[in-house]
């Protein structure tokens, strides 16, 4: 097996090797590292409701009350009341008739698509879209089109050449993980329509964040809830655990009967669930955190673009820096640690070769002046690294 410590030695070599970091302590705005604080600038937290105490409070209620495993899948005996009582608050957050949970949304996503799709049909993609549609895509065995990003008079071709096959379906970050940008929602669902293809989109970033009322990205753009079958997760801003799929009843139950990934698995914890009840609780009932995280998103947006460092309008959370070599991504992102933020270079293949960059996230819960810090410490660290 020498072709373990091959691979290795070649991922250290160009700068490519992951490894863990280890946080003490509940994650939140600041978050500490061997015995230091720094500001945390890389978590999908974006509401800061990780460490909320409601949750925590909601958990071990659940804990006491029904204890910390369920011993069996969702259709054995490990179906409880409140898996039930979060799928119908999943459904009326996202407007839909009825919602399935998953372990994670990478299994949402893994079971879904292939359950939808399979040899004699096309599933078609954004080119950057997340990595767990990818593998769903893999999965499934159909034929897989790729569009180039969120331009969906490319993908109205795409699915013109796919005509033949027996199903179309489309899947698409609705925002997109690495440079937080919001897919062309209103435009993707009219060449679906006018093409007779399914439409999926992941709103792993825009549930609880995009919209007036935290509903997402339909929200965002004023759509009225249709036919487009809503994937998500409540590990980012719920603040929780858990993938779901939400659409219509009879797509649920279909998920229900040929979806992998939800039949052969154990069904989520009662804490877990308690917890994803109270974050969508507070996602609805408490505008607060959602306002100043937009407010924290402006002045990022100001302070970036009066530097120069950043293409355009923000209206997520999620920034990206592009720094471009990874040894420079590196270099920059050792710098922001030394000087008290956590803010990660993001290489490939997560990014092509040559545009790695800082992925940059902001909480509702950083203050003006951390923020404000961030931006001086990046522009220092620019500066020795690019263009001294
Ligand atoms: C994080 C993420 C997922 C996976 O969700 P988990 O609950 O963390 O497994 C799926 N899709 C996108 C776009 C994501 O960013």
Known sequence: MDFLRETLDDLARNGL?????????????????????VVCLCSNNYLSLASRPELARAAAKAAEECGCGTGASRLLSGNMALHDDLESAIARLKRRDAAILFATGYMANVGTIPALVSRDDAVIVDKLDHASIIDGCRLSGAKMLVYPHCDPE????????AARCRRRLVVTDSVFSMDGDVAPLPEIADACRRRGAMLMIDEAHATGVLGAT???????FGMAPSGIIVMGTLSKAAGSLGGFVTGSRDLINYLRNLARSFIYTTALPPPVCAASLEGLRLIAGDTRPREKLRANIELLNDLLQSRGLSAGQNVTPIFAVRIGEVEK?????????????????IRPPTVPAGTSRLRVSLQADHTEDQIRGFVEALEDARACEIEG
């Open 154 to 161: 490319r993908l109205e071709h795409v699915l013109k050449q």
């Open 17 to 37: 090797l992951r490894e863990t970091r280890c946080i003490d302590g509940p994650q939140g705005p600041v978050v500490r590292i061997a015995g230091r604080s």
């Open 329 to 345: 991504a590196m270099a920059v992102s050792r710098r922001l640690f030394a000087a008290g933020f956590l803010c990660p270079a």
């Open 214 to 220: 935290g509903r997402g990205t339909e929200e965002h």
